[in-house]
Structure formats: C-alpha cells, structure tokens
C-alpha cells in the first residue's frame, strides 16, 4: 500500500500568513494527489485536486503543486476561517488520506 | 444544491450490526460512484468503501472487507453500509462522499456529508 506522510502535523500561524504544508508518498502516484479541509463538526472540503487544479468556489489564496511523490498545499494569505484540519489524499492506488495537518492560530 | 444526509448511527455492542444510509440531492444519483469514510476519536480521515454508479463494483478497505456490505438503490436516491461485525476499533464518525467518476475505482470526493455517530462498546 502506498504511504503517505504530511508534515507539519500542526502548525500555529496568524492572520495574514504564508503557510505550506507538504505530503509525500511512498511511491510515485504522478498526480493522483487531492487537498481537503476539514473543521471540526462539517463535512470536509475540496480544496485542490489532481495535484494543482482549484476546486470551483475555492479561494484563489489555496493552491497546490507537485507530482511524483511530493506535493504542496500553500495558502497564501491566511484568513480566519482558514483554521482547520488539512489532509492529502491518493488515489492512484486503492485510496488513502494523510494523517492530517492542524492549523491554529497563533 | 447536492446534498448528502446520513442516518443510523448508534451505540452498538461488540458483534453487533448496523446499517447507515445517505440520502442524496441535487445531483443524478446513478451518474455517480459513491464512498464511505469515517473518521475515528481523534485520529484521521480513513476511506471505509465505494461503490460505482451502476451499482455493479464494490470496493473495501482490508480493515472492513468480509465484515461491511456498501450497497446502493439508485431509484431511491440512497446509499447504504450494513456494518456487521463491529468492533470498538469501527467506533467513528461515518461520512457519505459523492465521487467526481462514476466508474472505475474511488478517486476523490467534490461533496461529503455531515457523518453520522457509530459507537461500538459495552
């Protein structure tokens, strides 16, 4: 099964902040790589799929690259209702999410 | 509008079974695979199983396959899980999730639903 690490697993950033999250996989999954958001009691969200394509509706402040086996989520100017829970998923192979990256405010 | 709404959650005994259901709107239900993900206490998001739009492939997780069934009518508009089996380690919040594909394998999720409690202790 293919692996897959995010890093940080949390992060405390403010208002205003650049922020970047990373996810690697255990193998090359070319661009099989999608970017959630998720708060605590809703449903997650959509952000990025196929590794850099905005989600209808999705703020331009959220993007994504990579292929391969890394990949980024960048916000580019946080905002309040940014804070949240943050995986990767694959879905090159079988389906599976990273461990998640929590970002408070700081 | 797609929605997506989940029902049937509960507290449970070990061994004991339990189906959910989510009824979808907004969108043409039968167009659509559809998945199940949950989220445990404190732990990550982790895809449970899907189902494509014809109904005519399943799809598991080692962690649930023998023990959960995913299963759709498509004239009802509703996806299901019958959970059999459970074990405290199936204690999560159980989402429905609308795949962008109607075939193939599970790829990833334009909607998701509220999640429902599953709860399985003594």
């Known amino acids: 099964d293919i692996q897959m690490t995010q890093s940080p697993s949390s992060l405390s950033a403010s208002v205003g902040d650049r922020v970047t999250i990373t996810c690697r996989t255990s193998q090359s999954i070319n661009s099989y790589l999608h970017w959630y958001q998720h708060k605590s009691g809703k449903a997650p969200k959509l952000l990025i799929y196929a590794a850099s394509s905005l989600q209808s509706g999705v703020p331009s402040r959220f993007s994504g690259s990579g292929s391969g086996t890394d990949f980024t989520l960048t916000i580019s100017s946080l905002q309040p209702e940014d804070f949240a829970t943050y995986y990767c998923?694959?879905?090159?192979?079988?389906?599976?999410f990273g461990q998640g990256t929590r970002l408070e405010i700081k | 509008e797609v929605q997506l709404l989940e029902s049937g959650g509960g507290l449970v005994q070990p061994g004991g079974s339990l189906r959910l259901s989510c009824a979808a709107s907004g969108f043409t239900f039968t167009n659509y695979a559809m998945s199940w993900v949950r989220q445990a206490p404190g732990k990550g998001l982790e895809w449970v199983s899907a189902i494509i739009g014809g109904a005519t492939s399943t799809y598991y997780a080692d962690s649930v396959r023998g023990r959960f069934t995913i299963s759709r009518d498509n004239s009802k508009n509703t996806l299901y899980l019958q959970m059999n089996s459970l074990r405290a380690e199936d204690t999560a919040v159980y989402y429905c999730?609308?795949?962008?594909f109607g075939s193939g394998g599970p790829n990833y999720f334009d909607c998701w639903g509220q999640g429902t409690l599953v709860t399985v202790s003594s």
């Open positions: 999730a609308k795949d962008v």
């Open positions: 998923q694959q879905s090159y192979s079988k389906l599976t």
